[in-house]
């Protein structure tokens, strides 16, 4: 055993060098790459996850190098044949786990979806909290904290609610039959300029969209800042002024109405002449039955 042992020591010393020298040059890729990625503002899960990858190719390439020289009846084919057998082994049992890291790999490499934007996702809806490989930690409206695998987020539509700082929102608000439609339209005009919350320098619009039962309905349309909190407020915000424009201007905001009418019960007409007759026939047939009698 000690002669073999100083036999082989010249190839485990060679195979540890080698080794040495595969590590150190896999940490001078990482670092060169780190610092490429920090400068194109790559989003820092991305970096990590490029330091691990590297860091574990480093020690692949290093390890089978070294079995090579350590081993001389092993030959790089195969190496890579057992190298292939084992991927595909560990590809199947955990497929799953593969779908969510490249997913995330994916997502990671988005522009769109960025840590802060608030989301909806099928069933989830909430605050992006953080990115990860495997997984995104999304905070929903009443504070829960939801992990959503990024397999998930793959698969479905995304709607990026915070992607502009501005969005849209809309109310409808109906006014009486009797109401001039150009007086209503105004008074809904000014009371979007009167808002603090509303945009000024986005356009605003007060549009007729139908006649109801009840009512002629008109459409606000104007431009808020996105995040959930701020709608809700510039929401509750241009309805109070909605309301306090129409009572100045004496315009009525109906509700359905319904009419209804009572008529006189009919009342119940005896058939007296089909009562006499039937009575007139009971009687022939009583006389009839004491004759033969």
Not at 30 to 55: D, E, F, P, Y
Not at 100 to 114: E, S, Y
Request: with cysteine.
């Amino acid at each position: 055993m000690a002669t073999g042992f100083f036999k082989s020591l010249p190839a485990l010393i060679l195979a540890l060098i080698i080794l040495v020298l595969t590590i150190v040059a896999g940490r001078i890729i990482r670092a060169v790459v780190t610092a490429g990625m920090k400068r194109a503002h790559v989003r820092s899960a991305l970096i990590t996850l490029a330091q691990n990858l590297i860091s574990i190719v480093a020690w692949i390439i290093g390890l089978a190098l070294a079995a090579l020289v350590v081993f001389p009846s092993v030959s790089p084919g195969n190496l890579v044949a057992g190298l292939g057998l084992t991927s595909v082994a560990i590809g199947f049992a955990f497929k799953d786990v593969f779908s969510n890291f490249l997913a995330g790999v994916v997502i990671l490499g988005r522009k769109k979806l960025r840590i802060g934007d608030v989301i909806e996702c099928e069933d989830v809806y909430g605050r992006v909290e953080n990115i990860q490989i495997r997984e995104t930690h999304v905070r929903q409206t009443d504070g829960e904290l939801v992990i959503v695998p990024n397999s998930y987020l793959f698969d479905n539509p995304v709607v990026i609610q915070t992607d502009r700082g501005l969005k849209r929102q809309e109310l409808v608000v109906g006014v009486d039959y009797d109401t001039d439609m150009r007086k209503a339209k105004s008074a809904l005009m000014e009371a979007l300029k009167s808002c603090e919350t509303v945009n000024q320098n986005e356009q605003m619009q007060v549009q007729c969209v139908s006649f109801g039962g009840s009512s002629i309905d008109f459409k606000l349309f104007w431009w808020a800042d996105s995040r959930p909190a701020d709608q809700r407020a510039t929401y509750d915000e241009v309805a109070f002024a909605v309301k306090d424009a129409l009572d100045e201007a004496g315009i009525t905001i109906p509700f359905p109405q319904s009419t209804l009418s009572f008529r006189p019960e009919a009342v119940p007409i005896p058939l007296k002449g089909l009562a006499s007759k039937e009575t007139e026939e009971e009687s022939e047939d009583e006389a009839e039955s004491r004759k033969n009698k």
